[in-house]
């Protein structure tokens, strides 16, 4: 069957190539966007969403974290697919089958909720920076610097390595879970308690839900893949590199439940988790001073750093293929992509400023959570039509795993339209 939108014969070639005995400089070629992706989902908000989650409701908050796992995957590879199979980006996909109206509410309310996340990410920088006495205005430049300068290397394979370097950070977090010595049996008893009947519960679940599916996630990895120049001879392997991102980066979000369910949790008080500095100082009790602010920091910091490259990237390239610019990280800075690279950089100087000036963040946070909560039904939507619309019979999910999935993403749906009323009553 003739597969329409796929890429040139030479560069479906050099995909078929990679298939064969494992090789390392090809397991790279084909693995990352999946790894980060995950990387990036378990950014400063979603670590303290976790850490908040452990404290409030210990090991009863496991049992959620290991049924998004199916879940994250399902939906992260609808667009491995999508991207391999017809060459082209989630926004490209949505104009060309949808229309520009659509595309530019989606690409619209899509780069609000980036530049909400990146200021979250931003913000996490400065609490990291703070907890060892250095500036804002020191740490947010530099990180500022460091990640518009990653993006103008001219290849998105090396920004793909330099990323999941930087995420792998987060899993510095492991030896606080050791350190803390938690009770296995309490974690058993924990994984068979759902106290479903707790509104707070059912709040900070659809929260949990909300922090681990962001709708920027689905643009970035549609993109990466088409960047990547990936063809369906390794589509097999892509699923694989997805399937492993969703491992680690909800057993990283697990790794901190049973941190602090264990410690904090224990204490079963009001504890204030809304900042890295109150993470780190939950945890001085029971690791140390120092101890506590170097687990928290590296571990925070990575997830910041690299979530602030992703979530960027996947505005970028929704807004650029919405307007039909070239959008490409394989090519270096030049007159034709010059659009790209500028909505790129200015991204991260318009979150950056915003943290350095304090700007009421309180408020903005509230407003970017509702506007994700609005969009992941939007973007969810639009991604099960794609899929059943665009791909070829061959390339679709059929039968019981198609209701599966498509069951799951309704479910996401209905938490994220719970979380708006709650939400805005914190206005």
């Known amino acids: 069957m003739e597969v329409v939108g796929l890429r040139s014969l030479s560069t479906k070639s050099n995909s078929r190539s990679l298939v064969g005995p494992f090789n390392l400089k090809h397991f790279f070629k084909v693995w990352g966007p999946g790894l980060v992706v995950m990387l990036a989902d378990t950014d400063a908000g979603c670590l303290i969403t976790a850490a908040q989650s452990g404290a409030q409701w210990q090991y009863t908050m496991i049992l959620p974290q ?37 595309a530019i509410l989606s690409a619209g309310t899509l780069a609000i909720s980036s530049i909400g996340a990146l200021l979250t990410e931003f913000a996490g920088i400065a609490g990291v920076g703070e907890l060892f006495g250095i500036s804002k205005w020191i740490t947010v430049s530099i990180a500022t610097v460091l990640l518009v300068g990653i993006a103008f290397s001219g290849s998105y394979r090396r920004v793909e390595k330099i990323g999941i370097v930087i995420g792998l950070a987060e899993l510095a977090f492991i030896v606080a879970m050791f350190m803390v010595h938690p009770s296995l049996s309490a974690i058993g008893q924990g994984l068979v308690t759902v106290p479903y009947r707790s509104s707070s519960y059912i709040y900070l679940v659809a929260a949990n839900v909300g922090a681990v599916i962001m709708p920027w996630m689905i643009f970035y990895q549609q993109g990466a893949v088409v960047d990547k120049n990936l063809s369906p001879t390794v589509l097999h392997k892509e699923q694989h590199d997805t399937a492993v991102g969703t491992l680690i980066t909800q057993g990283i979000m697990i790794v901190f439940v049973i941190t602090f369910a264990a410690t904090v949790g224990q204490r079963h008080g009001q504890v204030s988790l809304n900042t890295v500095g109150d993470l780190a100082a939950s945890l001085t009790p029971f690791l140390g001073a120092a101890t506590a602010k170097i687990l928290i920091g590296v571990s925070l910091l990575g997830g910041a750093l690299v979530a602030a490259l992703v979530v960027a990237l996947a505005g970028t390239w929704e807004i650029t293929e919405v ?74 999910m059929h039968g019981w795993y198609k209701w599966i999935v498509t069951s799951c993403c309704l479910l996401v749906m209905v938490f994220g339209l719970y979380m708006i009323g709650p939400t805005l009553k914190l206005w």
């Open 66 to 102: 290991l049924l998004l796992i199916p879940i994250l995957f399902m939906a992260q590879e609808m667009t491995v697919r999508l991207g391999i199979v017809t060459g082209k980006g989630h926004g490209e996909l949505i104009r060309e089958n949808f229309g520009l109206g659509w």
């Open 323 to 396: 307007l039909n610019w070239p959008h490409s990280l394989n090519e270096k800075l030049n007159r034709s992509n010059f659009g790209f690279y500028l909505m790129y950089a200015l991204a991260h100087v318009i979150g950056a400023v915003l943290v350095l000036i304090n700007f009421n963040l309180v408020s903005l946070s509230i407003t970017v959570e509702v506007m994700n909560a609005l969009l992941l039904p939007i973007v969810l939507g639009f991604l099960l039509l794609l899929e059943a619309k665009v791909l070829p019979s061959k390339y679709r």
